[in-house]
């Protein structure tokens, strides 16, 4: 039962989700590599199947081999659905990822806007939490973004949840430092007006 429950999370079918936890599925079955079928929905991001899972006590929080938990993998996919789906669950917010990141700092990497607008005003997320290689969100969205509007957007909704200007990197450099050596005019203007 627990393989078909996670097999059902995997590809989003919520009704045979439903079916398997009525059969006597555990709601924290684990595969392989330790990941739940909450996970599983998470990263397919089939919102209906984390629905079923989360009203079944499905933790949030439960990580795999790779410190993945379900909550941790919406910064990546920067799913807003999932987010509002797993927020009754009471996800940590304080959870790290293997880099010792949140869930703000992946989708400030990749630009996710309506997610991270969405998790700094519904969440109390460390907005300048800072991860195991010494960076804030507001530092990977300079130094591991493109410079574009997605990433431009990101600076503004992080800088006006107050997140630090001038939390340096682990060597020092601050983002606007970061920002300037990339040629990111637009960023480096919201950087210095910031200050």
Do not use: C, K
């Not at 997610?115 to 300048?128: F, K, M, N, Q």
């Not at 630090?164 to 920002?179: M, R």
């Amino acid at each position: 039962m627990d393989r078909r429950l996670l097999e059902a999370a995997r590809r989003g079918r919520a009704a045979e989700v439903s079916a398997a936890l009525d059969a006597g599925a555990r709601v924290e079955a684990r595969d392989e590599d330790l990941r739940t079928a909450l996970l599983l929905a998470a990263l397919g991001d089939h919102v209906e199947a984390a629905a079923v899972l989360v009203a079944a006590g499905a933790d949030p929080n439960a990580q795999d081999s790779r410190q993945d938990s379900a909550w941790l993998v919406t910064g990546v996919t920067g799913s807003v659905a999932m987010m509002r789906v797993l927020l009754p669950a009471g996800p940590d917010m304080t959870l790290r990822n293997r880099f010792g990141g949140i869930s703000l700092i992946p989708a400030s990497e990749r630009g996710h806007v309506a997610y991270v607008r969405a998790v700094l005003r519904e969440t109390d997320s460390d907005v300048d939490h800072i991860n195991d290689l010494g960076w804030t969100a507001l530092l990977e969205a300079v130094i591991l973004g493109d410079g574009g509007r997605r990433h431009e957007e990101t600076v503004e909704l992080l800088l006006a949840a107050g997140a630090g200007p001038d939390i340096g990197d682990a060597d020092g450099v601050t983002p606007l430092q970061h920002a300037e050596r990339r040629g990111f005019q637009r960023i480096a203007d919201l950087l210095r007006a910031a200050r």
